[in-house]
């Protein structure tokens, strides 16, 4: 039986887990493509192709993940012994994604980067999928799915901060460069598993229903796929995270290449994600009072608003550009909020239709979609940056720091503007 309520001591417990996916995310997004092209000098369009590659195997193996999440049986749950088996070797996939190769050739380096990053994302799954999972298990609340997503957003934030903030110093404590790049993976990676331990601990499942019969992987996507508001919510989701993923991602490129404040990137993060973080209960109140939906499209357009403002008039700003970061950072908010309180409404729906539940085939599809987002991303970025003439480590040509603008302002707006088209018909 669900709880209506929860105690604070799950609520925060649950929400640790979420450190977890915000540190790898974060570290992926903002240096994992800069790692391949600047540290190990693959190509811009290998390095994204290969995560594109990691990506495509994922596709495959979530629903797999998802199915027999939901068809485990065990005295600790069915999610949770996934946590627990799991959660150290994920730590040591994230070291082993950032040791650079020593591999000249590139077509060494791509097949390294393609296994390493693949065999990371394999690992993320089989702890991302059933810990996303237990949220629409946990209570049957309407309101009270939108608190706990925001002490589960509380811990993303503080975890992407950690990770946007801490990373460069932390490199430089290690001598920087490819030490530099494995020292920084190995303590984000410890505590990041040491967060999902706290939650298996902390979290206790709801007795499992009998296992329904004729159930397969097959049959669950379908269910999944003919649900309307999910189908709408995860476009939009994958949409929006593709081009979060496209900000975080170029912001290092930007400050480097077109304001020449390499060291500026640090502080602009910083301010991106605290006024995130603190701005979280903002959008628990305003998707209470004006509702989930209508709160997350008001939050996008105030992100493409900064963005577009960055792209094109950022490099006259000088101080400025961290007031542009804050009104970033109150857009991205609604996007680490909003949508994983909507993402369990439509789950109850499609229980509702069924009368079977499968959140983990759910979440498969809802972990791969951001996954694919920020894969898909590294390939835009590396395909643009290559199409524009990008060299590392050099001033750019007038053309290369065209491109470094598109891809940071008018890209991902496009992709927004598609994500707020899809919630327009978002019906619950």
Known sequence: MMQSKISVRSKIGYGAGEFSSSIFFTITSFWLMNFLTDEVQLSAALAGTALLVGKIW??????????????????????????????VPLGAAFVLMFRSPGIEAQTGKFIWAMLTYTFFCTVYSFTNIPYNSLLPEMTSDYNERTNISGYKMSFAVIGTLLGAGAAMPIMAVFG??????????????????????????????????????????????????????????????????????????????????????????????????????????????????????IAYILGMFLTMAAVLIMAFTGHLLGSGTLVVMAVAGIGFSSHYVLPWSMAPDTIEYGYFRSGVRREGIYYSIWTFVIALG?????????????????????????????????????L????????????????L
């Open 412 to 427: 991902p707006t496009i992709l927004l503007l598609l994500g707020n088209l899809a919630l327009f018909f978002y019906p």
């Open 374 to 410: 920020g894969a898909f991303a590294g390939f835009l970025v590396g395909q643009g940056l290559d199409m524009f003439g990008y060299i590392p480590n050099i001033s750019q040509t007038s053309a290369s720091a065209l491109g470094i603008r598109l891809l940071i302002g008018p």
């Open 176 to 293: 920087g460069g490819s030490a530099g790049f494995v020292g920084m993976s190995a303590i984000f990676g410890f505590l990041a598993a040491l967060s999902l331990l706290v939650t298996f601990f902390s979290v206790r499942e709801p007795p499992a229903q009998a296992k329904p019969k004729g159930e397969n992987v097959g049959k669950s996507l379908k269910d999944a796929f003919s649900n309307r508001p999910y189908l709408l919510l995860v476009s939009a989701w994958f949409t929006n995270s593709t081009a979060m993923a496209i900000l975080q991602t170029m912001l290092i490129y930007f400050y480097k290449y077109i304001l020449d404040d390499e060291a500026g990137v640090t502080l602009a993060m910083i301010t991106l994600l605290v006024v995130s973080l603190l701005a979280i209960p903002f959008w628990v109140w305003a998707a209470r009072k004006i509702g989930k939906k």
């Open 58 to 87: 994922d596709a495959a193996i979530d629903p797999f993940i998802g199915h027999f999440s939901d068809h485990t049986r065990s005295r600790i749950g069915r999610r949770r012994p996934y946590i627990l088996i799991f959660a």
